[in-house]
């Protein structure tokens, strides 16, 4: 008899434990998630300087028309003529160089917004861009081959002084739609 109402109560044990499992529905915990925010130079994309105005510092794409580029050599001007338009062919490159795949030449779509209104940016050359001129542009970058980024600083109606401003700069993987 002990050994019958053992058994009954294991099996009552097993089908409480069965239906609990089977009416699971939710679930709740805090966890921390982590994102490696890297220099330019250590990035899946590679942001190479091709002009003097542009290099890297501490690891971050620096773009300087003025005195206080360290690349400017003395006496060849101090900035942007006020009321003026400039255009930078390659500027810098994009290239994914670092995203390491030997299966494939595998793509990734690259966007690029400018937060100044006095600066747009091209892909390409100049006559035969890529993507823009604009604000914002997006293209495809293969595996090999380096995408040239030119700007245009237009300081139509501008006086002198000085502007400032950034670029957001994202990937993500596989080609631009």
């Not at 390491?100 to 100049?126: D, K, M, R, W």
């Not at 081959?145 to 000085?162: A, K, Q, Y």
């Amino acid at each position: 008899m002990n050994k019958l109402f053992g058994i009954a109560l294991f099996l009552a044990g097993l089908m409480l434990a069965v239906g609990t499992g089977a009416n699971f529905r939710y679930f709740e915990a805090d966890r921390d998630v982590s994102v490696a925010i890297v220099a330019d130079d250590n990035e899946l994309i590679d942001l190479t300087p091709v002009q003097p105005y542009a290099y890297l510092s501490n690891g971050k794409l620096t773009i300087k028309i003025s005195p206080d580029n360290t690349n400017q050599y003395p006496g060849y001007g101090d900035g942007l003529s006020p009321d003026s338009l400039y255009v930078f062919e390659e500027m810098f490159n994009v290239s994914n160089e670092l995203w390491e795949n030997e299966e494939s030449n595998y793509p990734i779509c690259v966007t690029i917004q400018s937060e100044n209104s006095h600066v747009t940016l091209f892909a390409g050359t100049y006559d035969s861009p890529i993507a823009g001129p604009g604000t914002s542009i997006t293209f495809t970058v293969e595996h090999g081959n380096p995408v040239p980024i030119g700007m245009i600083f237009d300081m139509t109606g501008e006086g002198l002084g000085s502007d400032q401003g950034q670029l957001s700069i994202s990937a993500q993987a596989g080609a631009c739609d």
